[in-house]
């Protein structure tokens, strides 16, 4: 679980305590925390910048959709059913493909998996995804799978033993679930730098492997500003493992040398603190206004970026 100790009782800064990323940005100059919906729809603006969207007809049986990537999304429009009839006309996929940790980031969608213990490990991403077909606003169905094809090129390479995960949301988190209703192939010789998706349906996908530590693993305890408990994030970015995005809702290596990162909202922007770290056992960290950055997304995606 992600452990908060509201500390801080009487927070007292001002503006020149912030160091702000773009002049433009004007900092909220109230003390009081933001709202944890603040915070959400700025995810949810980050997320929106993701998402590709393509008109094409029913009737056709190997529609497929191309993005900027080169990732391909195969739908057999022929399948495609509204409260269980067959749809006819033109229908809209929406489709979101993520590889980048700081466009996780902004749009609050790590790669943490839930093993069959229950316990939540970081996840090697080979990429999320996510797909969803409307007629006229109202979500679809398919009887038929939806096959998402992605060069591995995408995450850094080809990773052997890439799984299967479906995306699960609960209270606006997301983690990932083993799938068993659905596979990803990798390594073929048809297909040997590319990572291939036959999906069931519509949702949240994504092709991982658990990170599998070896270390002795650590909990972490973030201790975050008093009233920013619920509208905060804390990300870990490891050093060594560059297609993976954590929280502390987790166990983690002792050892491992990361950034651990505090998020929330000012004013509509981001603000963040980024704290290099190497975990010890029953790891602990502090987080103080005064070492805040607040900026727009692309400054906030830019800063996240750099780190190595």
Not at 24 to 52: H, M, Y
Not at 136 to 144: K, Y
Not at 163 to 182: H, K, R, S
Not at 208 to 229: H, L, M, Q, R
Request: with cysteine.
């Amino acid at each position: 679980m992600k452990k908060f100790s509201l500390f801080f009782t009487g927070i007292i800064f001002v503006i020149l305590c912030l160091q702000c990323t773009n002049k433009d940005i004007i900092i909220d100059e109230s003390i009081a925390p933001p709202s944890s919906e603040r915070l959400k729809a700025l995810f949810d603006a980050g997320l929106t910048s993701e998402k590709a969207f393509a008109h094409f007809d029913s009737s056709l049986s190997n529609y497929v959709y191309t993005t900027s990537r080169g990732t391909t999304v195969k739908v057999n429009g022929t399948c495609l059913r509204l409260n269980g009839t067959p749809v006819t006309g033109t229908v809209i996929l929406e489709f979101v493909e993520i590889y980048d940790r700081a466009k996780m980031m902004a749009s609050n969608k790590p790669t943490m998996g839930i093993k069959l213990s229950g316990e939540q490990e970081m996840l090697l991403s080979g990429g999320e995804f996510y797909v969803n077909i409307k007629k006229d606003g109202n979500a679809l169905t398919t009887t038929c799978p939806i096959i998402i094809e992605t060069s591995t090129a995408n995450s850094g390479g080809t990773v052997s033993g890439m799984q299967a995960f479906n995306g699960v949301i609960t209270n606006d988190a997301l983690t990932w679930e083993p799938a068993n209703n659905w596979d990803v192939v990798t390594n073929t010789q048809l297909n040997p730098n590319k990572y291939v998706l036959t999906i069931p349906g519509f949702g949240w996908f994504n092709c991982d492997k658990f990170s599998n530590y070896s270390e002795p693993k650590t909990t972490i305890t973030a201790n975050v500003p008093a009233g920013y408990g619920s509208a905060s994030q804390i990300f870990i970015l490891a050093k060594n493992i560059p297609n993976a995005l954590g929280t502390t809702y987790g166990k983690f290596p002792v050892g491992l040398q990361c950034y651990l990162i505090f998020v929330t909202e000012n004013n509509g922007n981001f603000m963040w603190i980024i704290k290099e770290q190497t975990l010890t056992a029953n790891h602990t960290i502090y987080f103080d206004l005064k070492d805040a950055n607040v900026g727009k997304t692309a400054d906030y995606i830019s800063a996240i970026t750099q780190l190595n």
